[in-house]
């Protein structure tokens, strides 16, 4: 008798979604369209029951001690997972780059902060840059103009700009990519700086929404959902002609099920986005 060596197959990787406190409360559809995406791609995706805030909106205004204690038990939770997920550029920044910062004076709450920081992945990344993701297209947006906003986390702390232009091209068949003339700048939301400055918020919002109002374009998404509620709120208050507002991981999955956000907000029925 002949026996013959086989490999045995490779297990699907362990992934955690944080789903983010905007995308649990203002947008369920982006959490579940990213839950899609993740295991078309081979992933075994687990929701984690406990996940609470990330813990950025404590520490970018200064309650360093509780955002070290989120920090902490967000890292317990995430620990066994091969890597953890976010549909926001602004939350896996502040886990992937904050936390070993903030826990800097504690060495092993240090090596614990890297160790999630280094499996840590935006969602648009994760598919491109760590999965190499064979994922099918669609054509649903077939003749429409797509505009793609940067948010300032991804742009700058994730140098993440080329996975979400690429998964466009690459997913949504037909359709073509308008980039805005000013893709430098922030749409205004920046958090509670959006609290703190209404003013100067209103005012960037306002150029934003023009510029991207200039590319023609049909749809505008992007990979925070921060930049979206400030864009199609915006856009409602102020009766600008409607353009449709969803988050990237929804046009990705072909996840068309939910109204655009600025029609959830134009039509101040109670419908949460």
Not at 106 to 123: F, G, H, V, Y
Not at 133 to 145: D, F, P, Q, R, V
Not at 236 to 265: G, K, Q, W, Y
Request: include cysteine; charge should be neutral.
């Amino acid at each position: 008798m002949t026996l013959t060596s086989s490999t045995p197959p490779t297990a699907p990787p362990k992934v955690a979604l944080f789903v983010t406190c905007l995308v649990n409360q203002f947008r369920p559809t982006a959490g579940f369209a990213a839950i899609s995406l993740l295991e078309r791609a081979g992933c075994d995706v687990i929701v984690p029951k406990t996940q609470t805030c990330c813990g950025q909106p404590g520490y970018n205004n200064g309650l360093r001690n509780a955002a070290r204690e989120t920090a902490k038990s967000t890292i317990k939770l995430l620990e066994p997972y091969d890597y953890v997920v976010l549909p926001s550029g602004s939350c896996t920044g502040m886990m992937s780059k904050h936390y070993p910062t903030l826990l800097s004076d504690d060495i092993a709450w240090k090596k614990r902060a890297d160790s999630l920081s280094n499996k840590t992945w935006e969602l648009c990344q994760f598919l491109v840059e760590c999965l190499d993701a064979k994922l099918s297209s669609h054509s649903h947006l077939e003749g429409k103009t797509i505009s793609y906003q940067d948010s300032c986390s991804c742009k700058r702390e994730l140098k993440n700009t080329t996975a979400p232009r690429q998964l466009i091209k690459q997913l949504c068949v037909g359709s073509s990519l308008a980039e805005l003339n000013d893709p430098e700048s922030c749409c205004g939301f920046g958090g509670t700086f959006s609290v703190k400055y209404p003013d100067i918020s209103e005012r960037l919002v306002s150029d934003k929404t023009q510029d991207i109002k200039s590319t023609g374009a049909d749809i505008v998404v992007s990979a925070d959902l921060g930049c979206l509620v400030n864009i199609a709120g915006y856009t409602a208050r102020t009766e600008i002609p409607p353009i449709e507002v969803r988050h990237i991981a929804e046009i990705l999955a072909n996840n068309f099920d939910a109204p655009s956000m600025t029609s959830c907000t134009q039509n101040n029925s109670g419908t949460k986005w």
